[in-house]
């Protein structure tokens, strides 16, 4: 069978969904792994469904749906799923969820190259914030990022 076998896929997504209710949709790996196969075989609807339902997003499920709308010519939707990331962010540092934010602004950065961020601003946020809440070592090592 090949990654791009749907027929299959939703055979297996069916029988997942039978002998464990919501396995699509409460397991990471799976609905992933479903996000992929439905990009991969050019069912973007599909795919952002899936990627919808899903309890859980890990930085490998944001990255198959953004990768299949840009392989599929959809730049624009990867485009805005990524920048959702990133308002996902500031709303986690403003309530002061700073480990969370220190994460997903390292895979964040992680996906751009060559400068294409510019996200300077964002760790001076998170530094301020830092300072608020009075966390002396996340504001080490954002006063560290940002020296780099």
Do not use: P
Not at 64 to 70: D, V
């Amino acid at each position: 069978m090949s990654l791009t076998d749907v027929g299959r896929g939703k055979q297996i997504r069916a029988k997942l969904i039978r002998t464990f209710i919501s396995a699509d949709t409460t397991n990471v790996i799976v609905g992933t792994a479903l996000v992929d196969m439905h990009c991969k075989s050019g069912y973007l609807n599909y795919a952002q469904r899936v990627f919808d339902l899903m309890s859980e997003r890990n930085v490998v499920a944001r990255t198959s749906i953004i990768m299949g709308y840009a392989v599929h010519g959809f730049a624009d939707e990867g485009q805005v799923l990524f920048d959702s990331k990133r308002v996902s962010l500031h709303v986690l540092i403003d309530i002061g969820r700073l480990e969370e934010a220190w994460a997903s602004m390292v895979e964040i950065e992680d996906k751009c190259t060559g400068g294409a961020c510019s996200s300077g601003t964002i760790w001076a946020a998170m530094l301020g914030v830092c300072c608020l809440h009075g966390n002396v070592d996340m504001g080490m090592l954002v006063a560290k990022k940002m020296l780099e």
